[in-house]
């Protein structure tokens, strides 16, 4: 009996020895089998997640920022031993006691799976199990990806210690809005950097990894309030904090940035504008897109926050102005449903989805509004983020006068009188508050809308290429296309310094004369007869009147003489273009360019001849902190001296190319200080220090454009539509662009300053009229007396003329004596004429009088 019961009793435990020993083999089968070609878990060591790249101002401010998730890389020991606890309590109690996996945990859910019959299957991953399956292998809830799991669990907590697996966790993580990683989510919900989180908020971004989703702070506040409380009394029970603490953070309210409770980090950035995207277009070019969206690169920009408001206003002001003056009435073309308007919550959200700009601060920042109420005068408005009044807001009708409302033909009515004549209910408008100059104070709500001419804006520093100001159209937010840099636009006569520089380095002096008479040019087109803007001809001149009064004949045939290979070479040397055109009409600024080049290449007459390098970025830093790039390559010796003798700065030394002489570069420099002071651009720019520049305005003033200098600065605008047609006869660069630079200009010149040019040896002053050219004595003064600089050894030719070689007006006296007679000569159809003082035979001959 015992030897059948001892049989009996060992046959059961051989049987569950063979079990055991069956169940290890097919385990052991079963991990081995799925743990052969998985991924390498070694590399985690050297994971850098993706994060954000920032943009700071030249003033250290943060000015836009660019992600594909947005995460805030935050290294294990910066992060507070609360969060790490709400986490760990939330997560996975058992944290730092497992090797990777709980299998307490695991036994847990496989019951409950059991007892709901599949219903309830929750995970039981810990938290080393979640960094395997986010950073090495698929979401899918299959048995095979939970054994990988474990065995990449249990490896890499042989290669990381417990801190360094938390820090990938609570880094990589998704916790909703768009928040990767903790630090950047405590920023979303709650505008605080994560030693600021209270327990109770440590709770709650410790609740979203489970289905963020699942726990919106504001459509699932109950849900997500409960959620918080579970993982506060997890936190108690594991320790972590007190039973008293628990209790008064327990009571607390969930309080968010989305429910409204903090104002959000984004208030704190400005809104994108076309200086920050013009930087991302650049640098996802020089560093590829992935870096920058992910790299988490700190870009030091140049941008002057002072200055470019001004430089917007500017230019918003006088396209405005413009369009204004043409009298028509446009609005947004968006609207609302008339029975959304009774209830204000409904219009206020549905105008809140209404897409128009909302990024212009133009005398007063402009509002969406959308129209209540059309009376018999006025029309009343709903304003987005500004409160009813008692009697609401009211558009006046003398606030609508100025403007025809255009028919859906295509036509336009009769100029407004009353509010109903150009407004409907449910028309989306914008509106700004008319205010009192003198005070203030409010005066009226006023209609407002976005122009259809644009235009661009650009100034930098003249000798660093440092981009202080940029304005690619009127608002970022209606039209992204930024227009300084990436419209191709017909420079017109801005171009014509590039010819006389060509010129002056040809042998040419600024009282060089040139015939200004007619031209006729055989072109594969057809004849072309190119005229000055006034229609009219001056006979010989010298070349300085030419530039100031923007003679287009005298270019032409300058041009010729000095050849447009050589012309087309300086653009190029200049940056203005890749390959100009070998044809004489690019001399008067036909073929496209973008404004931030040419910009660039006035710098260049400014600094005296040297390359620039235009910029928006001082400088690109990685995540770790090293310099990728920088912009400013001289070097400084005396920087790294300890301290320098009093009166005595460091010298900073630089190799930068020479692209022109610096006396042909000063001597155009006070040829286009005559455009600013006696010609074109006389009447727009009077600024305290000396300016040089030049105006262009091109065929039937489809672009018009000034570009000018000071010492230290120079700047540029053009203004025209984007599908190019006339402005009108009235548009020119001087009238229209010259305002522009003026007021930006005014303000720069107080910040930064200015003074005179700096003459450049190898030199000297010679007096001349510039009206004819000739010599005058060493004491000579008044309005047609200049000081031009000539080279050593180089004295002006009196008596010669240039024609460029077109032998037409060949005849013509010099300006002096042309202006002082008149003579009766036969015509070519042999008829007697008197020819007045601005004529002679020759120009009749050549053409007539235009």
Known sequence: MFRFILSFFGGIFTTITMGLGMLALTIGAVFWMYGRDLPSHESLAQYTPPTISRIYSGQGRIIDEFAKERRLFAPADTIPDLIKQAFVSAEDKNFYTHEGYDLRGIAAAAIDAIKSRGRDVR????????????????????????????????????????????????????LGQNSYGVAAASQTYFNKNLGQLAPHEAATLASLPKAPSDYHPVRRKDR?????????????????????????????????????????????????????????????????????????????????????????????????????????????????????????????????????????????????????????????????GVEEDEDGHWVPAKDVQWARKRREDGSLAKKARVAGDLLTVGDVVLVRRMTADADGSFIRWTLRQIPQVQGGFVAMDVDTGRVISMQGGFSYQHSVFNRATQAKRQPGSSFKPFVYAAALDSGYTPATIVVDAPIEINTPQGLWRPKNASNKFYGPTPLRTGIEQSRNLMTIRLAEEVGMDTVAAYAESFGVYDQLGRFLANALGSEETTLYQMVAAYAMFANGGERVRPTLVDRVQDRYGKTVYRHDERTCDDCRIASLDPGFAPQILSDRERVMDPITAYQLTSMMRGVVERGTARKAVKLPVPTAGKTGTTNDSKDVWFVGFTSNIVAGCYIGYDQPRSMGRGASGGGMCGPVFQEFMKEATKKYGGGPFDVPPGGHFINIDRFTGARLGDGASGPNVVAEYFRDGEEPTFGVSFDGGFAMGGDLPLVEEVQRTSKQVTTSTGKKAVVGGKASFGTLSSGGLY
């Open 224 to 384: 997500l309030t409960s959620r918080r409380n579970f993982v506060l009394k997890e936190m108690m029970e594991n320790g972590y904090i007190s039973e008293t603490v628990y209790e008064s953070e327990r009571a607390k309210p969930l309080r968010s940035v989305q429910n409204g409770d903090f104002d959000s980090f984004k208030k704190e950035l400005p809104p994108r504008d076309y200086f920050t995207d013009e930087i991302r277009r650049q640098l996802t070019r020089d560093f590829g897109e992935g870096e920058f969206f992910t790299g988490g690169l700190s870009v030091r920009a140049t941008i002057d926050n002072e200055m470019q408001p001004i430089a917007a206003n500017a230019l918003r002001k006088q396209l405005e102005r413009f369009d204004r003056g043409q009298g028509v009435w446009r609005g947004t073309g968006k609207f609302i449903a008339e029975d959304a308007l009774s209830d204000e919550a409904v219009w206020r959200a549905a105008l809140a989805d209404v897409k128009v700009a909302r990024d212009v601060d133009l005398e007063n920042q402009w509002y969406p509004a959308v129209v209540l109420e059309v009376g018999n005068n006025d029309a009343r408005i709903g304003i987005e």
């Open 123 to 174: 995970g039981a991953s810990t938290i080393t199990q979640q960094v395997m399956k986010n950073f090495l292998l698929s979401g899918d809830r299959q048995a095979q990806r939970k054994i990988k799991e474990i065995i990449l669990a249990s490896r890499i907590e042989e290669t990381l210690d417990k801190e360094q697996i938390l820090e990938l966790y609570l880094n990589e993580i998704f």
